[in-house]
């Protein structure tokens, strides 16, 4: 069950373990969906058009940027970022259900409203979501840049892009585009707890204890919840990946028109003229084939996690009372 459950007399998880649990679905989750994550950033900092008539971008479809990925740039290029992205997954993972959790039991024992309603999970989600990513957004920052670079690299690796970034543009430079991020993220987070937790009450009025995550349930909300909120909050990801490879043009030439922007709104205000509205949707495709996956994958598998570590601490404990009984 995610979220507090003052019903569940199950062995309690620690603060320490539903972060694990956390982590180790962000991780899982990272490593699959990842080739999305790519193709889609690559769509959303193209400045041309995503036509396949006039083809005056690099990119116009899902299978064709993903053929010319994988021609021009090799296999390994759908896992580009993927180090820093792996630690953004985990990290993000570990502090967004941590406090999620401890949020909605704060809501329960503190407040008049239950737990488990979904007007309380998309408060309590949205801002655990938030806290998280002011933890998490330089991660985020680099995992952008890497998946954004061509051939020749400009970062070679880690290391070498944390040192040239700190050096060529400052240590703020990692906190770029963290505005419409928090602006996108309160909603978006709050929308896939919220829609989560309706879907399953659909789906499960009476979820037996213990019983009630790490299933193709879970599976099918989250997906559901996923591409729900990711098409509501769209635009302002794709606001957040321009300004986040700000001074970054030197990577991004060969694949095309690049920009720079002083903003949040002066990015709208150029894209709306030079793009159009369909300008604020663009890789929205390979966006909502992620945020399927990832929604659906996280929740399963931090369901999965945390049951298993129930039943670990549920054995541990009955094992115990046998031998004190011996």
């Not at 991020?181 to 009025?205: E, I, M, S």
């Amino acid at each position: 069950m995610v979220g507090y459950d003052p019903g569940n007399r199950e062995a309690a998880l620690s603060s320490h373990e539903v972060a694990v649990a956390g982590s180790a679905a962000g991780m899982v989750t990272r490593a699959l969906v990842s080739p999305f994550d790519v193709i889609k950033i690559r769509f959303q900092l193209q400045i041309e058009g995503l036509s396949s008539e006039r083809r005056e971008g690099r990119y116009w479809g899902l299978f064709q940027a993903s053929r010319r990925i994988h021609t021009e740039e090799g296999l390994s290029a759908f896992w580009k970022g993927h180090l820093p992205a792996q630690l953004l997954s985990v990290c993000f993972g570990a502090v967004q259900f941590a406090s999620f959790e401890c949020m909605t039991e704060v809501v329960h024992k503190m407040t008049p409203y239950d737990s488990q309603t979904a007007g309380v999970h998309f408060v309590c989600g949205g801002l655990s979501a938030c806290s998280a990513t002011v933890v998490c957004q330089p991660l985020d920052t680099l995992r952008t840049r890497f998946a954004a670079q061509g051939e020749p690299k400009v970062y070679r690796n880690l290391r070498h892009a944390v040192s040239t970034m700190c050096r060529s543009e400052g240590v703020l430079t990692f906190y770029r585009g963290l505005s419409p991020t928090l602006v996108a993220v309160f909603p978006y987070a709050g929308l896939q707890f919220f829609f989560y937790k309706v879907f399953k009450t659909f789906l499960d009025p009476q979820p037996k204890t213990g019983n009630s995550g790490g299933n193709l349930r879970s599976l099918i909300c989250g997906s559901g919840a996923g591409m729900i909120s990711k098409t509501m909050t769209y635009p302002f990801d794709l606001f957040k990946k321009r300004l986040q490879v700000g001074g970054f043009e030197e990577a991004r030439v060969r694949f095309g028109q690049v920009r720079s922007y002083r903003s949040m709104a002066d990015c709208m205000v150029q894209i709306a003229k030079e793009e159009g509205v369909r300008g604020f949707f663009k890789g929205l495709s390979p966006s909502l084939v992620k945020a399927a996956l990832s929604t659906g994958l996280t929740f399963f598998w931090y369901e999965f996690f945390l049951n298993t570590m129930r039943d670990l601490k549920q054995r541990q404990r009955a094992n115990g009372f046998t031998k004190d009984a011996e």
